[in-house]
């Protein structure tokens, strides 16, 4: 059994910063790999960051530049610091693993597979 836990989401005005956390507890291997996802309300779950099991890092292209993923192994948490946030960047996100997918496979992974926290929501004020 694996659980994830979210934390660090809040509001922010645009142009702001955040930092979020997912911490992984349980049958959690520090091999896995993690993702960050996000849904705004009316839209589809999409990947936004993932890591790659070589250590680098995959983003949605809509975050480069902007977001950075991080993976702490010792800790088993994951980390996403947000910058130059956006309006649009307004979303429930999520962190996520579906072991062996790392990468853009695990970017794409369905709602309905794997291991997902509860989520963290992140507001964008204009």
């Known amino acids: 059994q694996v659980q994830l836990v979210e934390s660090g989401g809040g509001s922010v005005q645009a142009g702001g910063s955040l930092r979020l956390s997912c911490a992984a507890f349980?049958?959690?291997?520090?091999?896995?790999?993690m993702a960050w996802f996000r849904q705004a309300p009316g839209k589809e779950r999409e990947g936004v960051a993932a890591?790659?099991?070589?250590?680098?890092?995959t983003y949605a292209d809509s975050v480069k530049g902007r977001f950075t993923i991080s993976q702490d192994n010792a800790k088993n948490t994951l980390y996403l610091q947000m910058n130059s946030l956006k309006p649009e960047d307004t979303a429930m996100y999520y962190c996520a693993a579906d072991p062996p997918r790392c990468g853009f496979r695990l970017l794409v992974l369905p709602p309905d597979r794997g291991y997902w926290g509860q989520g963290t929501q992140v507001t964008v004020s204009s």
């Open positions: 349980g049958y959690f291997y520090s091999t896995y790999c």
């Open positions: 890591m790659n099991n070589d250590g680098s890092m």
